[in-house]
């Protein structure tokens, strides 16, 4: 086992990396061409969770690293860059709680609703529902008055959201605006993908003149130039920088020339989709 999982280990996008707090340690596990996968353990029991573990072995090698003990899995949404290492999982420990909110899932335990209560260790989760990318999408929120987090999937990235696969710009306008827009600006946020340096480059074509999001993106390349992964982020920063969550500003509706949240959503989306920078 131990050899397949090194073998595996090469070739990430970014280096693997953690942030610790008092209440957490959370593990940025890079999986793919640009996925993260994030280890969460609570720092009182030792009792952790994994968001969207794509690639089992990867994430067990850490749960042995970290000798804490895995007990749930996260999933934000259905596709299989995110729950295709499901089955995997389980089959390696049947005794997992799987949450999620979709039947396209494989092995949910426990479907979730909106604001429903998860408890790993001593941390206190909720989940949020968040639909748009796909109509079953949740994210994941850590409530803790110091140390806020989210774990947005692909909905919330940083300069950016995802796309609307399933869902409409009245979707997105309430995922973001209305239920993650709500969280505490403290919270650090983690998402699905990196796209980051991508998602900025369109941005500061919508604002050129916006400092948060030139300063941003020129952090972001030189993280992305070291190999180094751009999560977390904080929701203070995405207010100021992120054309996705600025909708209602009259200034980006005047530069869309639009006159509500939900029409310049749907704008700013598709420009985005047809944006002629290469990634």
Known sequence: MLSRVISRCFGSHSLQSHVSNPIMKVRIIPALEDNYMYLIIDNHTKHAAVVDPVDPVKVLLAVEEEKCQLTSILTTHHHLDHAGGNQEMLELDRHLNVYGNDKRIYGVTHKVKHGQRIDVGSLKFSSLLTPCHTTGHVSYFIEDRQHPALFSGDTLFLGGCGKFFEGTGAHMYHSLINVLSKLPNETSIYCGH??????????????????????????????????????????????SYNPFMRVDDFIMQQRCGTSSGVGTMNFLRKEKDNFNIKY
Do not use: D
């Open 194 to 239: 990196e796209y980051s340096v991508s998602n900025l480059e369109y941005a500061q074509y919508v604002q050129p003149f916006n400092q948060a999001t030139i300063n941003k993106l020129e952090w972001a390349k030189e993280q992305r130039q070291k190999g180094l992964s751009c999560m977390p982020f904080l929701m203070s920063e995405e207010k």
